[in-house]
């Protein structure tokens, strides 16, 4: 085609996504200013964001002044589901965007009143692979992983493993009803990121929150320290 | 389909670094094994983000990088197609080391019609 043009090779060397990372970056800083500790909770579609944090926000009435963006393709349904727990949600419509994006948390974040607000959730679009390569300025990225889904996810899904800085695995109430080889699954979370912590849940019916609210109330404490110092 | 939003923030990437009024004919970027990326998918996306834009016509040259295999008995490190593998050693949890990557390594354009010889100089220069 070009033989007779010459051309010129222009070495770069830089990350695709440098945009979005900084921007990420920025958001990460106010963030850290106000002592505000930010939660990317990242899994697939029914794997449970929206109820674990239902759940979550019902257990921190009173104690925590919580906010929460959730990312949704099309629909109010899940922005509707949190706000009956939280007076402060914004809902991010995606259109067909598969996976937040730092612009627009940045952009979410002007919405909300985040005076005196100590702990902010990000429910991601429901999705295992790309929302963990968009940065969004969080502090920690949780991968929730479900028994309905299959043990094999986490091996099937080694780039949110190795990015989580916790994993769950909710709807454990169906352990009964589903063969799920829990140790199995563990393993595999283990050889992608040897120190992560796992906790077994159910939105449903409570079991095991209390743990990932420790873990939480740690997570809130580093950050409001962390502005302190 | 990630691969869209990739394209995209690449193509905007790409308009940036270009030198003005020069052709892009080539973009090479790596991507680690850890990204999921689909060569295919990614080649689509690109020609649609390029259409009727100065991209347009550009190629798109994917470095797929394997995954990088580090074993925690005997301390061997290779490259894997496959992320589960057992060692050589007979271990059988090597661990990855890598495969986040996703970078834009370079771009070829046009040389300037003007001063030909002086461009290619530049070019050289900048690829050492
Ligand atoms: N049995 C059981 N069902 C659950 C649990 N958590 C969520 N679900 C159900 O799973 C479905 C999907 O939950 P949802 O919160 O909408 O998932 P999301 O798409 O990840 O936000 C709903 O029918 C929930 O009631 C759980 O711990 N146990
Ligand atoms: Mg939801
Ligand atoms: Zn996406
Ligand atoms: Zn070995």
Redesign the interface.
């Known amino acids: 085609m070009s033989e007779q043009v010459k051309t010129t090779r222009i070495p770069i060397v830089e990350r695709v996504l440098e945009a979005n990372d900084q921007l990420a970056e920025t958001v990460r800083s106010e963030l850290a200013r106000r002592g505000i500790f930010a939660i990317d909770l990242i899994g697939a579609p029914g794997s449970g964001k929206t109820a674990l944090l239902e759940a979550t926000l019902r257990q921190l009435k009173g104690r925590r002044r919580p906010a929460v963006l959730v990312g949704d393709l099309a629909t109010r349904r899940d922005g509707d589901r949190l706000a009956r727990w939280c007076d402060r949600v914004v809902q991010i419509s995606t259109g067909d965007g598969c996976h937040l994006e730092a612009g627009q948390v940045r952009d979410a974040l002007t919405q909300l009143d985040l005076d005196g607000v100590d702990i902010l959730f990000i429910e991601n679009v429901g999705n295992l692979i790309c929302p963990v390569g968009f940065d969004l300025g969080q502090a920690v990225k949780v991968g929730l992983f479900s028994l309905t889904e299959g043990d094999d996810k986490a091996a099937k899904h080694p780039y949110l493993v190795t990015a989580a800085n916790l994993v769950l695995l909710n709807k454990i109430d169906l352990a009964p009803y589903v063969s799920f080889d829990r140790s199995g699954f563990e393993a595999d979370v283990r050889l992608l990121n040897a120190n992560v912590p796992i906790l077994s849940v159910s939105a449903t019916t409570g079991e095991g929150l209390d743990r990932w609210l420790d873990w939480l109330d740690r997570g809130v404490s580093g950050a409001q320290g962390a502005r302190a110092t | 389909?990630?691969e869209f939003?990739?394209a995209e923030?690449?193509a905007?990437?790409v308009l940036r670094?270009a030198?003005p009024g020069r052709r892009v004919?080539?973009v090479e970027?790596r991507v680690g094994a850890?990204?999921?990326l689909e060569p295919d998918a990614m080649q689509m996306c690109w020609d649609a983000v390029t259409h009727e834009t100065a991209l347009a016509g550009s190629v798109l040259v994917m470095d797929m990088l394997p995954w990088s295999l580090a074993c925690p008995a005997c301390g061997r490190v290779w490259e894997s197609p496959v992320?589960?593998a057992e060692c050589s050693c007979g271990e059988v949890?090597p661990?990855?080391t890598a495969?986040?990557e996703?970078?834009?390594?370079?771009?070829?354009?046009?040389?300037d019609d003007g001063e030909?010889e002086a461009?290619?100089a530049?070019?050289e220069a900048?690829?050492s």
């Open positions: 389909m990630h939003s990739i923030a690449l905007t990437q670094h030198p004919r080539e970027i850890m990204r999921g992320l589960f949890s661990r990855p495969g986040d996703l970078d834009l390594v370079s771009m070829t354009v046009d040389d030909p461009t290619a530049k070019g900048g690829a």
